[in-house]
């Protein structure tokens, strides 16, 4: 059984750059056909997918996000990584990374982590 686990502060400052990694257990993130995402829910508000790595290093993002975002993976550690810089308190949200077989789903997939809060703030 796969289990994803975010890890990261839980507080950053304005204009700094966030990054969380998500571990990988119980199976290998180069498997087919797989994508690795990213997702964030604002408090109060709806959840909004963020990008995604696949099985093959390959990397989409999110239009409204893409100038901002980055997400790398590490095969070895069975990690994949999200960076988003020039954070403002707007960014202010659970994050969740999770395991699909698409991107940009309107909906957390179940093979999900827990998510992890990240507060932007002074």
């Known amino acids: 059984q796969v289990q994803l686990q975010e890890s990261g502060p839980g507080l950053v400052k304005p204009s700094q750059t966030l990054s969380l990694t998500c571990t990988v257990s119980?199976?290998?993130?180069?498997?087919?056909?797989?994508?690795w995402n990213w997702f964030r829910q604002p408090p109060g508000k709806g959840l909004e997918w963020m990008g995604a790595?696949?099985?093959?290093?390959?990397?989409f993002y999110s239009p409204s996000l893409k100038s901002r975002t980055s997400i790398s993976r590490d095969t070895s550690k069975t990690q994949f990584t999200l960076q988003l810089s020039s954070v403002t308190p707007e960014d202010t949200a659970v994050y969740y990374c999770a395991r699909d077989s698409q991107m940009g789903r309107s909906s957390l997939p179940p093979f999900r982590g827990q998510g992890t809060l990240v507060t932007v703030s002074s």
């Open positions: 790595i696949t099985y093959m290093g390959s990397t």
């Open positions: 119980g199976g290998s993130i180069t498997t087919n056909f797989y994508y």
